[in-house]
């Protein structure tokens, strides 16, 4: 299956390490958003979308890329994020603006993957930040626990989700 990863890491380069340990075990290439171009993403399988988390958000560099996007029919795709807070459905689901973004232009997410990341945003910043050291080991092995799981997603119509929110 051909993969590329378009990742935004902008502060600590947490979801950077995320996006790499996924790239590694899917044999992906990964860029960044203004790295991508719309037209060469119809030469792919399989697209990995992922950034951190700005003011319950990703990055608005992947909401530009998408809004550039010509529909994309039978694409299979997966969004990832790193975030100093849990996500909580029914409070902070910071992956559905970016979800509804995607099956608008068509896509079929097959997997949303999180966890916890170094964050220094103002008034963390105060304090050194919290979640230093995150994504630790455990995290990135769950990430490419998750990225094996979308290899074998081919056959299978079952979403993969997976949150190392702990």
Not at 54 to 66: A, N
Request: glycine share 8%; hydrophobic share 35%; aromatic share 10%.
């Amino acid at each position: 299956m051909k993969t590329i990863i378009i990742c935004h890491s902008e502060h600590h380069g947490n979801t950077k390490k995320i996006g790499q340990a996924m790239a590694d075990v899917l044999k992906a290439k990964l860029i960044k958003p203004h790295q991508a171009k719309p037209e060469v993403l119809k030469n792919y399988d399989l697209i990995g979308f992922g950034s951190g988390i700005y003011y319950q958000r990703h990055h608005k560099s992947l909401f530009k890329f998408v809004d550039q996007l010509p529909p994309m029919k039978n694409k299979k795709a997966f969004i990832f994020s790193t975030s100093g807070l849990k996500e909580i459905k029914l409070l902070n689901n910071f992956n559905q603006p970016l979800k509804k973004k995607f099956l608008e232009k068509g896509f079929q997410i097959i997997g949303v993957f999180s966890c916890r990341g170094f964050d220094t945003v103002w008034p963390l910043n105060l304090i050194g930040g919290m979640y230093k050291g995150r994504p630790n080991r455990q995290d990135l092995k769950e990430a490419t626990t998750f990225a094996t799981s979308l290899l074998h997603h081919s056959s299978n119509k079952d979403k993969v989700c997976l949150s190392a929110n702990q």
